[in-house]
């Protein structure tokens, strides 16, 4: 018995995948990975969309990029901002599948600050990098602040937070205060 198959390929010849395996790893858009990129050892970016390509054989993912502080160029980012903090931007980069290393946590600050131990794959983020412009949204004048210093946030420092009204203050700042109180309540901390 003779059997015949037509295929029919879109005119692109790409098919859209709705998630990919890459070993015991499912991978879906909207997924938040580590990427073995030449420049970058630990690059980090999100699943745009994926796709078969009929004409090359390959699993095609399309990532968009998340700049670290230093990946932007701006140094009073990179003083002021967290090692594990990343800023989703507006830049995207067609790659094969098997350059994905693995899926990464993205965070909210609110939700690392939550953490008692923040493991390797874990980071944060609190704003979008727009490449063209060079600059952030929101902008770092509108972050949230804390301490008696009035720093911004950076889970980097060690940190206290007041149990009764929330206020983030640093452990080398509480002696600046002359006593383990919290300045805005007089809560004991």
């Not at 970058?40 to 700049?67: L, N, P």
């Not at 704003?127 to 009035?150: F, H, M, N, S, Y």
Request: aromatic share 8%; with cysteine; glycine share 4%.
């Amino acid at each position: 018995m003779e059997q015949k198959l037509r295929v029919e390929f879109p005119e692109n010849l790409r098919l859209e995948l709705k998630e990919a395996y890459l070993d015991q790893l499912v991978l879906r858009p909207g997924d938040d990975v580590m990427v073995n990129e030449l420049n970058d050892s630990e690059a980090v970016g999100r699943i745009r969309s994926m796709c078969f390509d009929c004409a090359k054989g390959k699993v095609k993912v399309e990532v968009q990029w998340y700049y670290k502080p230093k990946d932007t160029g701006d140094m009073k980012l990179k003083k002021q901002c967290s090692e594990i903090e990343l800023f989703l931007s507006d830049s995207f980069i067609e790659l094969e599948l098997g350059c994905i290393d693995g899926k990464v946590r993205i965070l909210s600050l609110e939700e690392i600050i939550d953490l008692d131990e923040i493991e390797d794959d874990t980071f944060f983020t609190r704003a979008r990098w727009i490449t063209l412009e060079q600059k952030l949204d929101p902008p770092l004048v509108k972050w949230k602040r804390g301490c008696v210093c009035e720093e911004i946030i950076n889970p980097d420092k060690p940190f206290k937070v007041c149990t009764n009204c929330k206020m983030f203050l640093h452990v080398d700042c509480l002696p600046k205060t002359g006593e383990q109180k919290c300045p805005q309540c007089e809560e004991v901390l």
